[in-house]
């Protein structure tokens, strides 16, 4: 299993950055997704969820209308596009796959990308 996030760098406040995560290893098309943070000194959190068909998602109260998550089940691959990023948006971003199967539990979690917003 791998989930290899992508897209990551450095950007002025108020820029753009689309990260992306490639999924291998296994049956992507029925995990849900979600991407997450984590900054130096601070707890991960969860930034944008996505169901496994891609029709829910849902979002961090601070994201809302600011960040988007989307889906290519034929590519294995989910997408996070950020705007109007604010240098408090700087963290590592990690893309996470979960599903539940009865009383079974997966949960992968990629390396993550640095996403640095410069004020």
């Not at 998602?57 to 960040?67: E, V």
């Not at 988007?68 to 796959?97: F, G, H, W």
Request: hydrophobic share 30%.
């Amino acid at each position: 299993v791998q989930l290899v996030e992508s897209g990551g760098g450095l950007v002025q406040a108020g820029g753009s950055l689309r990260l992306s995560c490639l999924a291998s290893g296994f049956t992507f098309s029925i995990y849900d997704m979600s991407w997450a943070r984590q900054a130096p000194g601070k707890e991960r959190e969860v930034v944008a969820f996505i169901t496994n068909t891609g029709d829910r998602t849902h979002y961090a109260d601070s994201m809302k209308g600011r960040f988007t998550i989307s889906r290519d089940n034929a590519k294995n691959t989910v997408y996070l596009q950020m705007n109007s990023l604010k240098p408090e948006d700087t963290a590592v971003y990690y893309c996470n796959a979960r599903r539940v199967d009865g009383k079974n539990q997966y949960n992968y979690w990629g390396q993550g990308t640095q996403v640095t917003v410069s004020s």
